[in-house]
Antibody
Framework: QVQLQESGPGLVKPSQTLSLTCTVS??????????WNWVRQFPGQGLEWMGY???????YYNPSLKSRITISVDRSSNQFSLKLTSVTAADTAVYYC?????????????WGQGTLVTVSS | DIQMTQSASSLSASVGDRVTITCRAS??????LNWYQQKPGKAPKLLIY???RLQSGVPSRFSGSGSGTDFTLTVSSLQPEDFAIYFC?????????FGQGTKVEIK
């Protein structure tokens, strides 16, 4: 049973960089059969897919974030990470990491518990 | 981006009711439509993928249908644990996008 766990600061100052890590346990990280995603949920409950990485290092980002986002993989630690630069209050959200099998479309079948990140001075 | 519209932001129902939640895409997405359930303080949970495929472990009272632009999630007999928010999500074209959610409340 795969488990995902987000970690990182809960408070980030405006204009700084938001950094989060997702640790994957349960054995599927290195299989290559999945994509590893970041999804965020704004206070009004709207969900936004931010981007994904693959164990191979392939990445794909939501164009709305493309200039600010980096997702990277650390194979040795079974982790993948999110960096979002130049944050503003509009980036305040609960950030989830999620696993995505690529079969019959692209969906998120396992999620972390989520971590609230507040952007405020 | 493809816009996903859930026509009802909320609906009220009773235990045992048959409940239908609708989702419309701004363009044809074939059958690349997924449904999630979210309870307060929890991550979304996958219920249905590829419009009608039941995710492993999800009760059979949940079903999905539709293709093209119009999709439906049906709960055949609502149970107390089904009161939650339901989201649709398209995976036809990146960026993947979600509907705004439909909250199922107790009548």
């Amino acid at each position: 049973q795969v488990q995902l766990q987000e970690s990182g600061p809960g408070l980030v100052k405006p204009s700084q960089t938001l950094s989060l890590t997702c640790t994957v346990s349960g054995g599927s990280f290195s299989s290559g059969a999945y994509y590893w995603n970041w999804v965020r949920q704004f206070p009004g409950q709207g969900l936004e897919w931010m981007g994904y990485t693959h164990y191979s290092g392939t990445t794909y980002y939501n164009p709305s974030l493309k200039s600010r986002i980096t997702i990277s993989v650390d194979r040795s630690s079974n982790q993948f990470s999110l960096k979002l630069t130049s944050v503003t209050a509009a980036d305040t959200a609960v950030y989830y990491c999620a696993r995505g099998p690529q079969q019959l479309g692209f969906y998120f079948d396992s999620w972390g518990q989520g971590t609230l990140v507040t952007v405020s001075s | 981006d493809i816009q996903m519209t859930q026509s009802a932001s909320s609906l009220s129902a009773s235990v045992g009711d048959r409940v239908t939640i609708t989702c419309r895409a701004s363009q044809n997405i074939n059958r690349y439509l997924n449904w999630y359930q979210q309870k307060p303080g929890k991550a979304p949970k996958l219920l249905i993928y590829a419009a009608s495929r039941l995710q492993s472990g999800v009760p059979s009272r949940f079903s999905g249908s539709g293709s093209g632009t119009d999709f439906t999630l049906t709960v055949s007999s609502l149970q107390p644990e089904d009161f939650a928010i339901y989201f649709c999500q398209q995976s036809f074209i990146t960026p993947w996008t979600f509907g705004q959610g439909t909250k199922v409340e107790i009548k």
